[in-house]
């Protein structure tokens, strides 16, 4: 099996089972602990929002002292930070945005506290920012002109990008899309969206995107797909995973525990293109797992990668996929003489079948 390095959203495992119709279940981890169980986990990176580490309103003294903390965890168990970001979404200050707000002094301390983030992702060794803009949307139209807001949104990049550069940081900017939740329409709603909004930047080669795939699902497209976008402009610049049901609330699931079909062709999709960076895992333990739970949905995670990965090298050795699959590339070097029969068969009924006897285990030769 081929080495992949797997990585969590620290969030993901101090996430106390609240939702929005009930109190924690659970004791929160800290994120010191979170790393470390990661690491004793046979986990290789995590990701964080700067908040999971240093709570806002943490003074210089106790920000230096959490991050050393937190080195010293890193270099005693070589886990690494792939990617970091800030939690502006939670805060009542941002309640109408925080780069896209309608008072110019919201908008400035949002830049300002990314910036801070920034610092600490860079102290951390993160190669990657990731901006989730989880309030840069709107639920009353009325109230802003979606133009003003993407003119806001692109100074704001231009702005961190240009931060960067002059500090000398090796660290890239991202942005995830998302079509909604927290607010009513999210402006960057999916990866054509961020890709549209990139070329419109200074400097478009330092931002790229991180696909989720729930986030794909809710706006009821193909993930897949959504992440093939994203690798064939070259912008994938990282991966969220995680399962979820249509066109529903934002679930979180673990990866596997929906759309079982869709999560292995984006798993098809990463191996087949031989991707190399980190399987990053954003869900969210369910609200009835206790601390032991936790633990188990790490391992549920990775495992249910790796179950699909085996699943893509057994589809790709498999002696009828392959013929199938040679007759297709085969139409395309038909000579370019006579009619095109329009009754013509395609044979992907049975192609698709074989997914599914693939994918549950029943495939008889």
């Known amino acids: 099996m081929p080495t992949r390095t797997f990585s969590f959203g620290l969030w993901t495992l101090m996430n106390a089972g609240a939702d929005p119709f009930g109190a924690p279940t659970r004791a929160p981890l800290d994120a010191l602990h979170a790393i470390s169980g990661l690491a004793a986990h046979s986990v290789g990176a995590f990701e964080l929002h700067a908040e999971d580490l240093i709570p806002s309103g943490s003074s210089g003294a106790e920000r230096d002292r959490m991050i050393r903390e937190a080195r010293a965890r890193m270099a005693d168990t070589g886990i690494v930070c792939d990617a970091c970001g800030s939690s502006l979404f939670t805060e009542p200050v941002f309640k109408d945005g925080a780069l896209v707000s309608n008072e110019a002094r919201v908008r400035s301390l949002a830049l300002a506290r990314y910036k801070d983030a920034i610092d600490v992702g860079h102290l951390l060794g993160a190669p990657l920012f990731n901006i989730w803009g989880g309030r840069d949307g709107s639920e009353v139209e009325a109230s802003r002109s979606p133009i003003e807001a993407l003119k806001r949104l692109r100074d704001a990049f231009n702005n961190l990008a240009d931060y960067i550069a002059r500090q000398g940081y090796a660290m890239r900017l991202s942005i995830e899309p998302k079509p909604n939740e927290p607010r009513g329409d999210l402006y960057i709603s999916t990866v054509g969206h961020a890709l549209g909004f990139i070329a419109t930047l200074e400097h478009p080669d330092r931002v790229g995107v991180v696909p989720e795939l729930a986030h794909a699902a809710m706006a009821g497209l193909n993930p897949a797909h959504e992440v093939a976008h994203a690798l064939y402009a070259g912008k994938l610049f990282g991966l969220h995973l995680n399962a979820q049901r249509p066109l529903r609330f934002d679930q979180d699931l673990r990866f596997g525990g929906a759309g079982l079909k869709d999560s292995f062709f984006v798993v098809k999709l990463l191996e087949d293109e031989n991707w190399p960076l980190p399987r990053t895992f954003d869900a969210h333990p369910y609200r009835t797992t206790d601390e032991q739970g936790v633990w188990s949905f790490v391992q549920g995670c990775i495992r249910a990668y790796e179950v ?58």
């Open 308 to 365: 699909l990965a085996d699943k893509v090298a057994q589809f790709n050795a498999d002696a009828e996929v392959r013929t199938l699959l040679a007759e297709i590339r085969e139409w395309d070097h038909t000579a370019e003489t006579g009619s095109v029969s329009p009754h013509r068969g395609f044979a992907y009924e049975r192609l698709d079948h074989l997914v599914f006897e693939i994918l549950t285990g029943t495939r008889v030769h």
